[in-house]
């Protein structure tokens, strides 16, 4: 059975980067279900940072909104964002604080590099933590934590440890590059099959929409197609397709 490719260009405290990975494994087992021989998909997370300038100083996150966008703007966009991520089952609380987020790709990367499986699990847990429980993206304790609850460490000293090492820091600052060579501008940002990009979140029937059309595509190689073939929301600069989240 054939091994389907599906790589997400994210980052952390992007709100239409959980939306959208939320919406595209809902749509893969939908797919799967209804489409048994369709065969796996191999879904992986690729690093991004929407702030490259942030540091592991973690800072208010409604006051850097405020300070972009200005009091109302701020208010108008995290009151729109809390239904969006409360109707796919997860908490919004603006109140805690952001940084970077390297620390967070390193450790993605890392479960990505030795246990696959747990990469994708690992990340909704930092997703969750960051937007809906006013957890800190260079918070090394809680991201710790997480490590262990997937098994991806031992124990929390073993975590930290890594964490205070430099292990991986090097190929996720290689993934900053690659995105921005390939000219990603704003995530989430899909490859399919190493061929077929879509960028943002469209929601679940958007993107089964999308898996019968690369089905489809797949099985007539030869035709002369658009590589990008779809558009959704998401977080970013000089994207004009959808809305643009808060984190720019």
Not at 13 to 28: E, R, T
């Amino acid at each position: 059975m054939s091994v389907k490719k599906i790589d997400i260009t994210s980052d952390v405290q992007c709100p239409f980067c959980l939306i959208g990975v939320k919406q595209i494994l809902n749509a893969v087992e939908k797919y799967k279900t209804d489409h048994p021989s369709s065969g796996e998909y191999q879904i992986r997370l690729l690093p991004y940072q929407l702030d490259p300038t942030l540091t592991d100083k973690p800072k208010s996150r409604i006051q850097m909104y405020k300070e972009k966008f200005g009091e109302e703007k701020a208010e108008q966009i995290m009151a729109a964002m809390g239904p969006r991520l409360e109707s796919l089952g997860f908490k919004s609380d603006y109140g805690g604080t952001v940084s970077s987020t390297h620390l967070a790709h390193r450790i993605q990367t890392y479960a990505l590099l030795k246990n696959p499986d747990k990469q994708i699990p690992l990340a909704m847990d930092i997703f969750e933590g960051f937007h809906g429980y006013k957890k800190d993206p260079s918070d090394k304790e809680w991201l710790s934590s997480l490590a262990v609850k997937h098994s991806i460490f031992q124990n929390e000293k073993l975590a930290l440890d890594w964490f205070n090492g430099n292990e991986c820091c090097e190929q996720v600052k290689q993934s900053y590059t690659i995105a921005k060579r390939l000219g990603v501008t704003g995530v989430p940002f899909f490859v399919f099959q190493e061929k077929y990009a879509a960028s943002g979140a469209m929601g679940e029937d958007e993107f089964y929409k999308l898996l019968e059309e690369i089905d489809k595509r797949e099985s007539t190689p030869k035709q002369d197609q658009p590589a990008i073939i779809a558009h959704g929301e998401s977080c970013g600069h000089d994207h004009h397709e959808g809305e643009v989240c808060p984190a720019n």
